[in-house]
């Protein structure tokens, strides 16, 4: 049984005395590996490794550490094959997918090949009489970031490429069920020209993240997964006196115009609702058609659409999307879909007893469409994550914006309109933090930032683009005066100083 060790210092740490988690390939079934569950000393020695590190790689100039990042990204390049297999094997979504996976992440990277630029400073030049004040951002020190099971290569980068080319050390706590990569990457990226220490590898689990919230020497954490245990890492955090970005759940909503064009608005949707087997907090699982006579031609095309789905093997080049990441997880969706038809929605499409040939024993789930999903319903203010698309009809576009608004998760959103005012609109009024208009999956380009509102974010800081350079350093404020007459010869004064 392979055994995936922690990256601490450069190099890989095991110790036989650990306990270990299960790494399974979920088209099979089967597991294939076991992963180290770090403990206290664990952690430390990632921490003794990267405040060894801070001093000299905070104080290297950014252009330096820039140099560093374009290595890195010529690396991803030459590696996507690799890296993308290892999604695949461990995660469950096709090579595809998972290819995009690491292309989104290697985005983040290329912006931080400019950090020289993002890191320039201010300068007032006479303030005041001989006064001069400038600005400058320092790195925090040692950082640390908790990452999900479902995009294993690009939250790690969204979260280390701005830490570390600000000039900080950063500690990566990846999720348990698909560590290979986040270890690989570490290692990619002392092959790029970064110093042991400065990208630390830690495996665990619960233990493992309440250490990292814990830890004094730790200045700041960022973490997605689930809501609940985003707030409570936002309240630990909170108590040690860190920094916290904490990204939570979502239930994103399509919003459906009698004017959009269906045909295309299907096709994203379907991308949108089913891609990576629903495991994304960008994807769309809810449809809002705003008319009956919308929602009936929506439901149409959508059952149309599902019967061309097909759900395989990660490794497939046909599979539009492959299994779930855990057969708990799989118990899990299926659970949420029987919660439906209990709580009275129409349930259209049910293909959750699927069964890829030659992958018996995988964790797949076909296609799932609810109709007239109600908003009172556990089913739609929960969210799911898993190929679970729910049709909810609405009476007008005000009413689509207050359910979108009012629901308890604010991650992204959708509008499918020709109509340019009412987008416009829409993008204004709608109380969520990222909008997409005719564009399913609003997810920001890597130089601007990434972040939801209410129970899907924690903290007032997104992730990467300028809000990461923010996040990751401190401002620090020069006032300088150099005066013209000797030592001693200035007047006493008790007053506050005056720029005047």
Not at 140 to 149: D, H, K, N, R, S
Not at 348 to 375: C, M, Q, S, W
Request: charged letters at 20%.
């Amino acid at each position: 049984m392979k055994t995936i060790a922690h990256f601490i210092d450069g190099a890989f740490r095991s110790r036989p005395d650990q306990r270990m988690g299960p790494v399974f390939n979920p088209s099979l079934g089967t597991q294939n590996a076991q992963v180290q569950l770090g403990d206290a000393a664990d952690l430390e020695a990632a921490v003794a490794s990267s405040q060894s590190a801070f001093k000299d790689w905070s104080r290297l100039n950014p252009q330096r550490r820039a140099r560093v990042m374009f290595n890195f990204k010529a690396l991803l390049e030459a590696h996507m094959d690799e890296l993308a297999e290892m999604i695949a094997h461990e995660h469950g979504k096709v090579i595809s997918d998972a290819k995009g996976d690491i292309q989104r992440g290697l985005e983040v990277i290329e912006f931080c090949c400019g950090i020289p630029h993002a890191l320039k400073g201010e300068f007032t030049y006479g303030a005041g009489p001989d006064i001069d004040v400038w600005s400058i951002r320092q790195p925090l020190g040692v950082v640390a970031g908790i990452t999900p099971f479902n995009f294993p290569a690009m939250i790690p980068m969204w979260m280390f490429g701005p830490a570390i080319a600000t000039g900080n050390c950063f500690i990566l706590k990846p999720s348990e069920k698909d560590p290979s990569a986040p270890n690989r990457l570490a290692e990619l990226l002392i092959e790029a020209g970064a110093p042991k220490g400065v990208l630390n590898v830690v495996h665990g689990d619960k233990d493992m993240v309440e250490a990292i919230c814990a830890h004094p020497a730790i200045r700041a954490v960022s973490f997605v997964g689930s809501s609940d245990i985003a707030h409570s890492v936002y309240r630990m955090c909170a108590d040690t006196g860190k920094r916290v970005q904490a990204m939570g759940g979502a239930k994103n909503h399509g919003i459906i115009m009698p004017d959009a064009d269906l045909d295309q608005a299907v096709k994203d949707i379907m991308g949108a609702a089913y891609g990576s087997a629903g495991e994304r907090c960008m994807a769309l699982p809810v449809v809002v058609a705003v008319g009956d006579k919308t929602a009936a031609a929506v439901r149409e095309k959508l059952i149309a659409e599902i019967k061309t789905l097909k759900v395989g093997a990660s490794t497939d080049p046909a599979a539009h999307y492959g299994p779930v990441v855990s057969a708990a997880h799989k118990q899990r969706v299926s659970d949420y879909v029987d919660l439906g038809v209990r709580e009275g929605a129409e349930i259209v499409v049910d293909n959750r007893d699927i069964t890829v040939a030659g992958y018996e024993n995988g964790f797949f789930i076909g296609p799932v469409l609810f109709d007239h999903v109600k908003p009172h319903m556990k089913t739609y203010q929960e969210e799911i994550f898993g190929p679970v698309l729910q049709i909810v009809r609405s009476g007008s576009l005000e009413e689509a914006v207050t359910l979108a608004s009012d629901h308890p998760y604010g991650n992204g959103v959708a509008i499918f309109t020709r109509e340019g005012r009412a987008a416009r609109d829409f993008a204004l009024s709608v109380q969520v933090g990222m909008v997409g208009i005719n564009v399913p999956i609003p997810v920001p380009v890597a130089y601007h930032s990434f972040g939801g509102w209410k129970r899907s974010a924690f903290g007032d800081m997104n992730q990467h683009g300028m809000e990461g350079v923010r996040f990751y350093t401190q401002v620090k404020t020069v006032t300088a005066r150099w005066p013209e007459h000797k030592a001693g010869d200035g007047e006493t004064s008790y007053i506050m100083p005056q720029m005047g």
